[in-house]
């Protein structure tokens, strides 16, 4: 079994718009149009049985309407393996009650991105969220590090997770990015072996450069070896295989992981026995 635990997609009548724009400000080429059908699309071309759709709620009117349209398209999307989750927004008032409305419908997990949301990850009103997802039993992914569109400052630092993890102690939170994007080497020496999931999204392989962009400065990932070292110094069953599609192309980043130093019983963990445990399939 394969579930991508790391995937984008955007209502069919913008999601061209909204890529291109992020693509641009990213300098980074996307390998589909961030539609659904799309992501369905490269899912059976890379074998993958489940992918985790994660939105990101900019502003807090968004927090109920996306949430409507995912409950009304539950059925829809589990028919071709999409596992939608929520989000929450900072400025959101009725938190508590949104999450705990979520939860009763069905969807198993909310997205936070301090980037986009500008806002530290340790912050209280996030602290606030976290905390209260965490009571409703929900997984927490936030975006963890540098992002490469806003690489001006880093909201979501390892001492901000370290926080989290020390005042909150959330029982379902899952580190996007391998712990911290760009930071890896203070990922291996801080956060690893901590009570946490990292993904693998948009950390290995080669990140393919929009055309006619300039790069932005922060353009590296994981060498395979050092990926594998990380990985196994956290411990093989906390890692959850993710790739940030649209940003990488699905069936690559399965066949790059299954060409890595990995037993293949851990290739089987990472790709998806960690995530099926975790998401209860």
């Known amino acids: ?46 074998t993958v049985n489940y992918s985790v759709n994660l939105p990101v709620m900019t502003n807090a009117k968004q927090v109920e ?42 969807i198993k997990g909310i997205k936070i991105h301090p980037a986009y ?22 997984i927490v992914i936030t975006h963890a590090g540098i992002d490469i569109g806003i690489y001006d400052k880093n909201y979501a630092s390892i ?39 990292f993904d693998t999204a948009f950390t290995y392989g080669k990140i393919t450069p929009y055309p006619d962009t300039t790069p932005t400065p922060y353009t590296c990932v994981l060498e395979d070896d050092d990926f594998v070292r990380l990985s196994k110094k956290h411990g093989i069953d906390k890692i959850l295989f993710g790739t940030d599609s649209p940003w990488q192309e699905q069936k690559d980043y399965v066949n790059r ?16 026995e960690n995530a099926k445990k975790l998401l209860g399939i």
């Not at 061209?16 to 490269?42: W, Y």
């Not at 949301?117 to 929900?138: C, H, N, P, T, V």
């Open 257 to 272: 992981l299954n060409a890595m130093d990995f037993t293949e019983d851990e290739k089987g963990e990472i790709l998806g």
């Open 1 to 46: 079994m394969i579930i991508d635990f790391h995937t984008h997609t955007f209502p069919d009548k913008i999601s061209k718009q909204v890529v291109d724009k992020l693509a641009h400000a990213s300098c980074t080429l996307p390998f589909t149009d961030g539609s659904t059908k799309n992501l369905i699309s490269s899912m059976e071309e890379a």
């Open 159 to 197: 001492d901000h997770i370290l926080k989290v993890i020390d005042e909150v102690k959330p029982e379902k939170f899952v580190l996007a990015h391998m712990g911290n994007w760009a930071g890896w080497k203070d990922v291996e020496y801080y956060l690893a072996g901590a009570p946490v999931w």
């Open 117 to 138: 949301q500008e806002i530290d990850l340790d912050d209280i009103k996030m602290l606030r969220i976290i905390g209260a997802a965490s009571e409703e039993g929900l």
């Open 65 to 106: 309407k996306i949430h409507n349209q995912t409950i009304e398209s539950m059925e829809e999307y589990a028919n071709h393996g999409i596992i939608p989750f929520g989000g929450m927004h900072p400025n959101y008032e009725n938190y508590k009650e949104e999450l705990r409305r979520i939860r009763k419908e069905g």
